[in-house]
């Protein structure tokens, strides 16, 4: 089966409006293949998804950073799956590792958000990953594991899920995962699909890499049989994000 590739733009909490109109206006003039051909969804910070949803080109989608785990009310702070809907936002990151660690979002609740999220019809970016300590003891596979478990054991449909694999000490730090690193865990985790929820899952079910993708490493990355996009940090609050989109056309060629 083949999975369309899919490029996520994470612009975490960075930008003002005036820099937020340059971005926008890059994308907007950038020559980037087609949306058959390619999935781009950017996600700028919550206050600033009006503006870019307002003017960003219709081939490209918007996606939220969080989500509450429930229907809104007294959570001071918090956004809710509702409240996105409302504004016609279709995606949203859930379980990035910024938030497992600083907030301490446990695999538990980064599966419960993800299950409310889509039952109240949004589309999930997934994000799961080892520390550098995780991945020195040998334990990247089982900790990968335990964070899909989590999801998988409470939705039951998957195909408004990417998984994002981010290796934590690769996010950010201008490390990246080799592409047989990335590769292999990719691998390694559609195997585990394929066992524990379904083979027709994990053919279908795209896996993006993350962690100081740049428009240098994107192309071997990309053509990697079991890497089906990336979530881009850092670079897509810069020019080289557009590249990053075109590896698309070499995916797997």
């Known amino acids: 089966m083949a999975r369309k590739f899919f490029v996520g733009g994470n612009w975490k909490c960075n930008g003002t409006v005036a820099e937020v109109n340059k971005i926008v206006k890059l994308l907007n003039e950038a ?9 781009v969804v950017i996600s700028p910070p919550f ?20 989500a509450w785990v429930r ?35 446990s695999n ?11 039952s109240q019809g949004l589309k999930v970016i997934a994000c ?13 596979l089982n900790v990968v594991s335990e964070q899909t478990k989590a999801i998988a054991e409470k939705i039951k449909d998957w195909s408004n899920v990417v998984l994002a694999y981010e290796p934590v000490w690769a996010i950010g730090t201008g490390k990246v ?9 990719h691998a390694d985790l559609r195997s585990w699909l394929a066992t524990n929820v379904s083979s027709d899952v994990a053919e279908s079910v795209r896996i993006i890499y993350g962690g100081s993708v740049n428009a240098g490493n994107c192309v ?13 940090g850092g670079a897509s609050l810069k020019a080289e994000f557009v590249d990053i989109i075109r590896s698309a056309l070499v995916s797997k060629s």
Do not use: C
């Open 31 to 39: 020559d980037v293949p087609s949306e058959d051909v390619v999935g």
């Open 47 to 66: 206050v600033f998804l009006p503006q870019v949803k307002a003017v960003l080109r219709s081939d490209f989608a918007v996606a939220a950073q969080n």
């Open 71 to 105: 229907k809104g009310g007294a959570y001071t702070g918090e956004i809710s799956a509702e409240m996105l809907i409302n504004l016609e936002i279709p995606w949203v990151i859930l379980g990035h590792s910024e938030r497992r660690a600083l907030l301490k979002e």
């Open 108 to 118: 538990e609740f980064v599966a419960d958000k993800v299950a409310y999220a889509l």
């Open 128 to 140: 799961i990953g080892e520390t550098l300590e995780q991945r020195e003891a040998g334990e990247t």
């Open 177 to 185: 995962a080799t592409p047989v690193q990335a590769q292999e865990v």
């Open 220 to 232: 071997e990355l990309a053509g990697q049989p079991d890497v089906d996009g990336f979530l881009v």
